[in-house]
């Protein structure tokens, strides 16, 4: 798709900001993600031990967890019924 001067213009006008917002928003995920990962649990549970204890207080048992590497790659797939946790 070509854009004239002025429609490129008024596309900059409109993604610059979006592009911003999404920027912050990601720099305001990674400084809570950094502060909130040096906090552990008052019941010293990992990640996997208190998603087991809420399913089984729920009663879902058909619901698998495995862990995953990276860094906030935590997911759930519902088509698949796996939690994947990270470290």
Known sequence: MYL????YFAYLLFMLP????????QSKVNSAYKKY????????LTGAAAA???LKHYGINDVRIEHISGK?????SPTEKVIRLSD
Do not use: P, R
């Not at 990962?37 to 010293?44: H, R, T």
């Open 18 to 25: 979006v592009f911003a917002l999404g920027v912050w928003a």
């Open 72 to 76: 906030l790659t935590d997911n759930f």
């Open 37 to 44: 990962s040096l906090v552990y649990n008052s019941k010293g």
């Open 52 to 54: 087991q204890a809420v």
């Open 4 to 7: 004239s001067g002025l429609g």
